[in-house]
């Protein structure tokens, strides 16, 4: 499960006095010396009782004005602090089952009850109210292809608790799994998160918990989009770029696009399978059994 970070720290720090503390040094979740600095702004921040109610008012009241961050505010992240450097700030918002916005919105739009990873570290405190609930998993990364259906025997549950308030915690990147569970009232956590560049290309995963089994890839990228509406829109120059990705790209997951975007192209039945069958042959594991898959379900 996320690691718990035990730290007493009765200081208060203001958001721009906490970003400065930030980048001072930078965020990088791997390393002691930069975690434990994260880790004691993050609490210094959550000191500050007021700082967020104060953001919110301010939002609130420019919502008309053009200059208003964009992404500011929605649903159930508030952008405090954009990218900067390597991190960025944010809040987030945890109903509880009698709240409206649950009710009308319904929970996977708060992703309750959707057992994931991350494909990223941040740190996360709870800020306020009781905080949300997970059944917290573990599992070995490095031993699962992606493909959806596929086993994780590594997959194991540790336990069921809440980020009540205070609580301050490292998520791990491509190691702690949770499903998580409303709160039992209105909560909200602050996070800090870490950024690199490769981000967009690591994969993060929907498990199946009953199966033990990876249910989906959940960290589809810009970059398989465009693939699929440039192949949609036609042209020579589009087919010859997803074939060519489609062997060699370094992301099994672009590969896979394109395989996805060649057959959205394909004139029949008939051709789609000869498309997967040479996908089966392209040298990369998850996309051969994600085109068995597909062959499995034209057949049917």
Known sequence: MPRVIELADDRVASLDEACDGLAAIGVDFDDAERLDNAALWLRRLGNDKQFL???????????HREDVLDSSYGPQVVMLAPPNGNFFIRANLWPSTDEHMLRASGGTSFVYGLPHDHNFSFLTLGYFGPGYWSDYYEYDYGA???YAGEAVPSLRFIERSRLEEGK???????????????????????NIMHTTGAQGWLDQYRFDLDQRRIGA?????PSEAFMRIAVGLGGQEAFDLADRFAHGHPSDRMRLACWDALAGAADDVAARDALWRRAEQAGSRLVAMEAKARRSELAA
């Open 53 to 63: 109610g104060d953001v919110l008012v301010t939002e609130l009241a420019r919502r």
């Open 144 to 146: 699962v292809t992606g």
């Open 168 to 190: 301050l915690m490292l998520y791990r990147a491509h190691h702690d799994v949770h499903a998580q569970l409303p709160a039992d009232s209105l909560s909200v956590s602050l």
């Open 217 to 221: 890839i959940v960290s589809g990228g």
